[in-house]
């Protein structure tokens, strides 16, 4: 099976503390996602987002500047490997530029997953607050 790799960026007008905080609490990343996100916020610790649909496990953390994490939802066939997903948080004048790198995407799910980075998860940070 090939696998695939998606980077995207993308600019927000927050500090890098606020992004990174957001994405690793369960009450600001529910606001995120829309949808219930349960997070333990430390390497080795389990998140789920969506009702248990998405899933997988913090790998790396340096606060405010990557957060490492595999990324799997239950759509994956047993024989797929979990996907790797990095966030890199860039200080910038205005704020933070947000690097997106996942890797391992199944051939058959990389649009899917370019899409929810693209048409939901980017234009979502408007409405939190992270993004003008």
Same mark, same amino acid.
């Given at each position: 099976?090939?696998?695939?790799?998606?980077?995207?960026?993308?600019?927000?007008?927050?500090? @890098?503390?606020?992004?990174?905080?957001?994405?690793?609490?369960?009450? /600001?990343?529910?606001?995120? *996602?829309?949808?219930? *996100? =349960?997070?333990? %916020? /430390?390497?080795?610790?389990?998140?789920?987002?969506?009702?248990?649909? =998405?899933?997988?496990?913090?790998?790396?953390?340096? &606060? @405010? /500047? =990557?957060?490492?994490?595999?990324?799997?939802?239950?759509?994956?066939? %047993?024989?797929? @490997?979990?996907? &790797?997903?990095?966030?890199?948080?860039?200080? &910038?004048?205005?704020?933070?530029?947000?690097?997106?790198?996942?890797?391992?995407? %199944?051939? %058959?799910?990389? &649009?899917?997953?370019?899409?929810?980075?693209?048409?939901?998860?980017? @234009?979502?940070?408007?409405?939190?607050?992270?993004?003008?």
């Amino acid at each position: 099976m090939k696998l695939h790799t998606i980077e995207l960026t993308t600019d927000l007008f927050v500090k @890098p503390e606020l992004v990174w905080d957001t994405w690793m609490d369960s009450a /600001r990343h529910s606001l995120l *996602a829309q949808a219930p *996100a =349960v997070i333990d %916020p /430390r390497v080795g610790g389990q998140y789920s987002l969506w009702g248990g649909s =998405v899933f997988g496990e913090f790998v790396y953390l340096d &606060r @405010p /500047r =990557v957060i490492a994490q595999t990324w799997r939802t239950v759509d994956f066939t %047993p024989e797929m @490997p979990d996907t &790797r997903l990095e966030l890199a948080f860039e200080e &910038r004048v205005n704020g933070t530029r947000l690097r997106v790198t996942h890797g391992h995407i %199944p051939g %058959p799910m990389v &649009r899917l997953f370019r899409d929810a980075w693209t048409r939901y998860y980017f @234009p979502r940070m408007t409405t939190i607050g992270l993004k003008v």
